[in-house]
Structures are given as structure tokens and as C-alpha cells.
């Protein structure tokens, strides 16, 4: 069993920045695959940034990619998420995934993880 616990969103205005962290229970990060996903309203959730167990893969969508930055603090068991140069699009209730199974080509699905945090709200606003 995982627990896993968001903190970070809130409201920030178009061009500022954000950082969201994902804190793990039950299981050391380091040994599993995190993503995180978002939904706004009316969509379905779309793939963000993942970042693989062993922190060598760190794929983007195109939506944020040079904007955004994944990274992992073992000793806290923590992914961060670093939202810069954040857009009105990007507003959305973002969550993190973990998983410890599964192809790492599936890394954008997010049928593939196995844990959800209960999410955080972005709001960009100008």
C-alpha cells in the first residue's frame, strides 16, 4: 500500500511559477516509477511529467515541456514538480501517480499506475 500526498497548488498569476510536491508512504519512492497528471474542468486527465524509478528518465508532455522541471528528493521521499512561466491553460486539479509494475513505456497512461494522491488545484489567472 502507498500513500500518497500533494501539496503546492493554489492561485498564481499567468507567468509566475508554482512548485507541487508528492510525498510518498509505504514504500520508498526510489523504487518506483511517479507521474504526475492533471485534469481541468471539462477534460479528461492528461499526462504531465513522469520520472522513473532509477531518475533516469524524465519525459514531458509537449504542453509543458521548458516549463516545467520533475525531480526526486530520496531523503524526503518526495517528486517535486516545478511549474515556471505558468500559462492560464495550465490551470487544472494536478495529481501524482506511483507505480512499481508495468512496462515503462506505458509511463503517459495513466491506467498504468497504481496509486493516486487526492490532488491539488492550479489556478492560473491574469
Known amino acids: 500500500q502507498v500513500q500518497l500526498v500533494e501539496s503546492g497548488g493554489g492561485l498564481v498569476q499567468v507567468g509566475g511559477s508554482l512548485r507541487l510536491s508528492c510525498t510518498a508512504s509505504?514504500?520508498?519512492?526510489?523504487?518506483?516509477?511517479t507521474a504526475w497528471f492533471r485534469q481541468a474542468p471539462g477534460k479528461e486527465r492528461e499526462f504531465v511529467a513522469a520520472?522513473?524509478?532509477?531518475?533516469?528518465?524524465?519525459p514531458y508532455a509537449d504542453a509543458v515541456k521548458g516549463r516545467y522541471t520533475i525531480s526526486r528528493d530520496s531523503a524526503q521521499n518526495t517528486v517535486y514538480l516545478q511549474m515556471n512561466s505558468l500559462k492560464a491553460e495550465d490551470t487544472a486539479v494536478y495529481s501524482c501517480?506511483?507505480?512499481?509494475?508495468?512496462?515503462?513505456?506505458?509511463?503517459?497512461?495513466?491506467?498504468?499506475?497504481?496509486?493516486w494522491g487526492q490532488g491539488t488545484q492550479v489556478t492560473v489567472s491574469s
Open positions: 509505504g514504500r520508498n519512492i526510489i523504487d518506483l516509477s
Open positions: 501517480a506511483v507505480r512499481s509494475t508495468g512496462q515503462w513505456n506505458l509511463y503517459d497512461f495513466d491506467y498504468a499506475y497504481d496509486y
Open positions: 520520472i522513473s524509478w532509477s531518475g533516469g528518465s524524465t
